[in-house]
């Protein structure tokens, strides 16, 4: 079955500095993958997602994201953090083969911003 | 892109009764997902609801508990039977539109 690990439960960063946010995946075929933000009291908010083609993924609020395959990573930067980006983040896959289909998550990381 | 919306928003129960949630869609959709997350935890997959077919349940998800109905393309509920504290979570609807999963605004569900 696949699963979707994130390595890190918290990470801090001062506002203005840039931003990594790991995800490694354990899938058989060509993931499908995506990452949410779920700011406090607010719902997920997809940030991008990726299927094919260009492994450099640009999504909403500066946010990018590299599929490496050799490295089964699924990797979100943001060059410069702004206090607002205060939030968990979450990494998931497609249940199983196709776009449409259920989500498997990863535990989420939250992200501290320090002024 | 969709819009969803889940009632009630939250709710209050008493250990041993059932909660029905809502799930509306402002469009047609095919695939409906209900997702639970417990409290400072991730999402989990409970349920698959297509229309005109019966919900697929994930594994450690059973229907006697979570009784799902989906009777037509914008609408669906899930039950939380025999509630126990342990079912305390928010509970999410998510739906797919071009590849793109969305998720409505949650309900939150604390069982006393």
């Known amino acids: 079955a696949q699963s979707v690990t994130q390595p890190d439960i918290h990470i801090t960063v001062s506002e203005g500095a840039s931003l990594e946010l790991r995800c490694n995946y354990s899938?058989?075929?060509?993931?499908?993958l995506f990452w949410y933000v779920q700011s406090p009291g607010q719902g997920l908010q997809l940030l991008l997602k990726y299927f094919s083609g260009d492994t450099l993924v640009q999504g909403i609020k500066g946010f990018e994201a590299e599929f490496k395959r050799s490295q089964s990573s699924f990797n979100l930067r943001k060059p410069s953090v702004h206090w607002s980006d205060a939030a968990e983040y979450f990494c998931a896959v497609v249940h199983s083969g196709g776009g449409a289909d259920g989500l498997t998550f990863g535990k989420g990381t939250h992200l501290i911003i320090q002024p | 892109s969709a819009v969803i919306s889940q009632k009630p928003s939250r709710d209050i129960c008493q250990r041993g009764t059932s909660l029905t949630i809502q799930c509306q869609v402002d469009?047609?959709?095919?695939?409906m997902f209900w997702y639970r997350q417990q409290p400072g935890q991730s999402l989990t997959l409970i349920a698959t609801a297509n229309q005109g077919s019966e919900a697929t349940y994930e594994s450690g998800f059973v229907i006697d508990k979570f009784p799902i109905s989906r009777p037509n393309l914008t609408f669906s509920t899930l039950t939380v039977s025999n509630m126990s504290p342990e079912d305390s979570s928010i509970y999410l609807c998510?739906?797919?539109?071009?590849?793109?999963?969305?998720f409505g605004p949650g309900t939150r569900l604390t069982v006393l």
């Open positions: 899938y058989g075929a060509t993931p499908y």
């Open positions: 469009s047609q959709v095919t695939m």
């Open positions: 998510s739906v797919v539109e071009y590849n793109e999963q969305f």
